[in-house]
């Protein structure tokens, strides 16, 4: 059971170019999330999706867009990136309601 | 105010004895409450997790909450260097109907052998 799988898992990236980062659960869970993670900042919450067809902004969603493909499959895109976007990306997955979040490996992103 | 406040730390305990992590938080409305631990270069991986009033123990873990007071701990009995790791205090905040899962900043903790 693979659960939570993020890729690419490494990426340097120049200021100003775009990519995606893909994430797929297994797991049938309905909510999906995408985390960002920076030294003494903790975990911050840039997109999440209660469910297939909605997506909701988090506390840091400037220069990112999400797609919430399917129930399984939940991506974040950078148009043009920035420096400030250099960091660690954690994809999760939970059943709606309370509950345990489930996380992928992460995403670790340079910008030049 | 951050909606979910962490002292930092670093946190040193000596092998053996009691971690006493806390964390307090704004929003009265929270419900679901959460502590992670994450190693260094790893994902965050659920310890506990609390809804009600009082204390929740599994193993050497336990849960406190106190929502009156907004305050949610992890006590660490028997600390083991295994233990060392950022912990993650975390709740639940419903957003017109969508939960959303926020983190405090974490609490780096040593365990001193």
């Known amino acids: 059971n693979a659960g939570v799988t993020q890729t690419p898992k490494f990426q340097v990236l120049k200021t100003g170019q775009s990519m995606t980062l893909q994430c797929a659960q297994d797991?049938?869970?309905?909510?999906m999330y995408w985390y960002r993670q920076d030294p003494g900042m903790g975990l911050r919450l840039i997109y999440y999706?209660?469910?297939?067809?909605?997506?909701d902004k988090g506390e840091v969603p400037n220069g990112y867009n999400v797609s919430r493909l399917n129930k399984r499959e939940f991506s974040l895109r950078l148009e043009s990136a920035a420096p400030s976007q250099t960091s660690v990306y954690f994809c999760?997955?939970?059943?709606?309601?309370?509950?345990?979040?489930?996380f992928g490996e992460g995403s670790r992103l340079t910008v030049l | 105010q951050k909606e979910v406040e962490q002292n930092s730390g670093p946190l040193s305990v000596p092998e053996g004895a009691i971690a006493s992590l806390n964390c307090t938080y704004s929003?009265?409305?929270?419900?679901?409450f959460f502590w992670y631990r994450q190693y260094s270069g790893k994902s965050p991986e659920l310890i506990m997790s609390?809804?009600?009033?009082g204390d929740k123990e599994d193993g050497r873990f336990t849960a406190q909450l106190n929502k009156a007071s907004q305050y949610v701990s992890l006590l660490i009995r028997d600390s083991q260097p295994s233990d060392s790791a950022t912990y993650l205090c975390?709740?639940?905040?419903?957003?017109?109907?969508?939960?959303?899962?926020?983190f405090g900043t974490g609490t780096r903790l040593t365990i001193i052998p």
């Open positions: 999760a997955s939970r059943r709606s309601g309370a509950g345990e979040l489930f």
């Open positions: 797991m049938n869970h309905n909510s």
């Open positions: 999706s209660a469910s297939e067809g909605t997506t």
């Open positions: 929003d009265r409305g929270s419900q679901s």
């Open positions: 609390i809804y009600s009033n």
């Open positions: 975390a709740l639940s905040i419903s957003n017109f109907g969508n939960e959303k899962l926020t």
